[in-house]
């Protein structure tokens, strides 16, 4: 024995690296885990958190780096792999077969259920009850997945872990989609594990889970690991701060104009995501929101573009009612949607670069529903030259550009559409930092002519750069509004991570 | 650089020449030494023989490019067929506008219920189709009581609509027309492009505010309209209206349509791709046709040549 090993640390990643295509996902993280701890993995959205937790159960290969496990190097290629090596993983998006049952799920692909040639009901019960006791789930064992709710996916997923002898279970935000008592049954849950001596590494961004679950938390932050506190002598504010890390210089604005009329005003805008939402923002100006994936920044878009149901409250766009019963109305009324996700939400791959710009605007470009050719190549031109739009010709496909530049045909189609609000839904994400540049330019200009702009960003730093005012969305709610020049990031992100205290008034 | 499109459509160009020099010399001869297959009458056939799948699979070309599919087709056909004939037999009428324009109109409100019913529940188009792929059979054996309604060949109104509309003329140019027509539509028209971009991405032209529901209803009806005007030729060209026509016609038109190189998942796809894999079929037939192949075998070559067709078009990633 040469070195010594540390015996408690049952997993450790060292120098991980993940790329796709040109950006990098992670760059060197570390992280180790020791037997029998609660092990938070935090980090803002895009940190990396839950691409080091897919390469750890083996479902996304490393460019480099190594893992051992009980101090021995291993190779993860595969979630069977990880499922030899007695690691498992419970995907926030439940990786369960809806179309079979609780008892299936758990001994499908499970190498510690020797299949025979004929499916054995009998047999599958007596392996899957003790999993699903440990777990507490009491459904039957031949319940389909589908109809079981969130909450008990999460415990058969759990359960299924448990089965395959998992000893390390990755849990990624398991708690995103549970309401409050399903939360506290699955808290009891990790907590008997880990008296058993499971250890187990939880993905999150909500500081009380956290703090309340974890005995330590490793903070990753642009695919670095930035450091390991212990949760008891480590505090919210010191952990943001890791989160956040460097100090960015905020460069205000020049010339700050002074705001116009009110262009969009929302009372006690209610949806399925949203809870009694108000706001205002004014022509000139951009209104930043903030807030995590699933906070119902995305929904507030969706419901003043007309596709999300309104539920309850009042919208009025300069000063009229204004109620949105599909995009097309909000079109005419005045409401341009860049969507949150350009390929699935934006942009027609298969078509070209002048199509997809002109898609919203054809009528325009039209006579007795033909086109105009000339006419529609020629709308192109002033705007992609102000978008600084860099494609060979107009009639290449979409797919061809790079992210920066799909992202500018879209704000094409938009430019061309010119509507007095526009709600941009993270609108850099993914793209390379001229791009970035170029529409932060747009942003500024388009305010400046008098657009009311709504900005949705991932990126603090961006929001502060850019906003005039700030929102903070926390479980569709607001929990903070403030003025970008006084705000900081650790006060956004403590409003956007702090719990919501559910209020008693309200439904 | 060429777009994968036109390269795309330069291959299943290149496979219809291929075919055709191979027509070329497989052909038998005739008495005086020439290739029948080249005789102006042999050529002016293929095109006579393809006008009506030709015909189908225009209007099929756009319901595959929203991402749909129309099996219906067939069994509207044969609708139209027995719509033509009853009104051309029965006296309900003596012009024969007004019996060829029932049929067509018949035709164009089984493909606006489809479309209607696709849009309005979202369910399969796949589904529907099938449904009514059924069910319009049921109703041209119903109103025909199961019987063929034959069109004589004296000097009546029916007649007198099969001899114009037999014409090979009528009915190339009908195929060429209709051809022309969507071939604008598509390039040239915000309609043509809503088509594709529905197909494309069904939820990006959500959010683009395209109108989706309007797009596909359309395009059911016109599925259903050209249906019906192929079943216009069909009765004139076999002098019945034949409630058990057009069985399996609904899968030659695929055929055409995704050998021309249309994407059976929407968003991709052409009118004149969709022209050169119905010449593809056509000069196919014919050149085993005139080499005495067994049928049964002309439809195992065919079926090589479909799944040959779409492997060479795949694109490569």
């Known amino acids: 024995m040469g070195e010594v090993k540390t015996v408690s640390e049952i997993l450790q990643a060292e120098g991980i690296t993940k790329h796709y295509g040109g950006v990098y996902a992670l760059k060197g993280a570390s992280f180790s885990l020791r037997a029998g701890e609660v092990h938070a993995l935090m980090g803002e959205n ?197 989160m956040v890390g460097r100090e960015l210089r905020i460069m205000a604005r020049a010339g700050r104009r002074a705001a116009g009329d009110v262009a969009l005003k929302a009372e006690n805008l209610s949806t399925a ?29 969706a419901a003043l573009f007309g596709i999300d149901r309104i539920t309850g409250g009042t919208l009025r766009i300069a000063g009229r009612p204004y109620a949105p019963g599909s995009p097309r109305a909000a079109m005419s009324a005045g409401v341009g949607l860049l969507p949150e996700d350009r390929r699935l939400q934006g942009l027609m791959m298969r078509m070209s670069v002048l199509e997809n710009a002109t898609l919203a605007v054809l009528p325009r470009l039209s006579r007795l529903g033909f086109l105009r050719m000339g006419q529609e190549a020629a709308s192109l031109g002033p705007v992609a030259r102000r978008l600084a739009l860099d494609c060979p010709w107009v009639t290449a496909p979409v797919s061809q550009l790079s992210g920066g530049n799909q992202q500018k045909v879209l704000l094409a189609r938009w430019l061309l559409l010119n509507p007095d609000v526009l709600f941009l839904d993270d609108p850099t994400r993914g793209i390379d930092i001229g791009a970035k540049q170029d529409i932060y330019r747009l942003i500024d200009e388009l305010a400046a002519e008098g657009k009311a702009i709504v900005l949705v960003s991932s990126e603090l730093p961006e929001l502060l750069h850019c906003a005039d005012r700030i929102l903070v969305l926390n479980e569709g709610r607001i929990t903070a509004r403030y003025d970008a020049r006084e705000a900081t990031q650790e006060m956004i992100l403590s409003a956007a991570t702090t719990a919501v205290p559910s209020p008693g008034a309200q439904r | ?32 030494g020439s290739r029948i297959f080249l005789q102006a009458g042999n050529l002016t056939d293929i095109l006579r023989q393809i006008s009506l799948i030709g015909i189908l699979s225009l209007s099929m ?75 319009v059979r049921g109703l041209a054996k119903w109103l025909t009581s199961n019987q063929n309604i034959d069109i004589g060949f004296g000097r009546d109104l029916a007649a007198e609509f099969a001899s114009i509309f037999r014409e090979k003329a009528i009915v190339i140019g009908a195929y060429a027309c209709a051809a022309a027509l969507f071939w604008v539509v598509l390039a040239r028209t915000v309609f043509g492009r809503h088509v594709r971009a529905v197909g494309d991405n069904e939820k990006a032209a959500e959010y683009a505010g395209l ?94 040549i479909i799944v040959l067709a779409v492997a060479v078009q795949r694109e490569r990633n």
């Open chain 2, 61 to 135: 070309t756009y319901v595959i490019l929203t991402g749909g599919i129309d099996l219906s087709v067939g069994s509207i056909l044969a609708l139209s067929t027995a719509v033509t004939a009853m009104f051309l037999t029965r006296g309900y009428t003596t012009h024969i506008g007004v019996a060829i324009l029932t049929a067509v109109l018949a035709s164009a409100a089984v493909g606006a219920l489809n479309g209607v019913v696709i849009a309005a529940t979202r369910i399969q188009p796949f589904i529907v189709t099938l449904a009514s792929m059924i069910g």
């Open chain 2, 1 to 32: 650089m060429p777009d994968s499109g036109m390269l795309r459509r330069a291959r299943s160009l290149a496979a219809l020449v291929g075919i055709l020099i191979l027509a070329i010399v497989t052909s038998p001869t005739a008495s005086d």
């Open chain 1, 46 to 242: 895009g940190a990396g958190k839950s691409t080091l937790a897919r390469i750890l159960a083996g479902s996304a290969r490393a460019d480099g780096g190594t893992v051992r496990v009980h101090g021995e190097p291993v190779e993860i290629a595969s979630p069977l792999d990880a499922q030899r090596l007695g690691i498992g993983i419970i995907y926030q998006e439940l990786d369960l077969f809806p179309n079979l049952t609780a008892g299936e799920n758990i001994v499908i692909g499970n190498l510690h259920f020797p299949e025979g040639r004929v499916v054995d009901f009998r047999r599958i019960e007596d392996f899957c009850r003790p999993f699903l006791r440990q777990v507490g789930l009491t459904c039957a064992i031949a319940t389909p997945a589908a109809a079981l709710s969130i909450g008990q996916m999460q415990l058969l997923a759990i359960a299924r872990a448990l089965s395959m002898d998992a000893r390390i279970i990755l849990m990624d935000e398991p708690t995103s989609a549970l309401f409050d008592d399903a939360a506290e049954r699955l808290f009891r849950l990790i907590a008997g594990l880990r008296e058993r001596g499971v250890s187990i590494v939880y993905v999150s961004h909500k500081m009380e889970e956290i703090f309340r679950v974890c005995d330590r938390a490793t903070v990753l932050r642009d695919g670095e690991t930035i450091g390991t506190v212990e949760t008891q002598s480590s505090s919210v504010d010191e952990v943001i701060r890791m």
């Open chain 2, 211 to 304: 109108p989706i529901r309007t797009t596909k209803i359309w395009v059911y009806t016109l599925s259903g309209l050209f249906s019906g005007l192929a079943g216009v030729l069909y009765a004139a060209e076999n002098h019945q209206g034949n409630p058990n026509a057009g069985v399996a016609y609904e899968l030659d038109a695929i055929a055409a349509v995704v050998i021309g190189g249309t994407r059976l998942s929407g968003g991709k796809g052409s009118i004149s791709g969709t022209i050169v894999g119905t010449l593809i079929m056509g000069v196919l037939t014919n050149m085993l046709r005139l080499n005495n192949v067994d049928s049964n075998v002309e439809m195992m070559i065919k079926a090589v």
């Open chain 1, 273 to 301: 995501k949203l809870k009694s939402v108000s706001f205002e923002v004014r022509r000139g100006e951009v209104l930043g929101i903030a807030g995590l994936v699933g906070s119902g920044r995305s929904e507030l878009g």
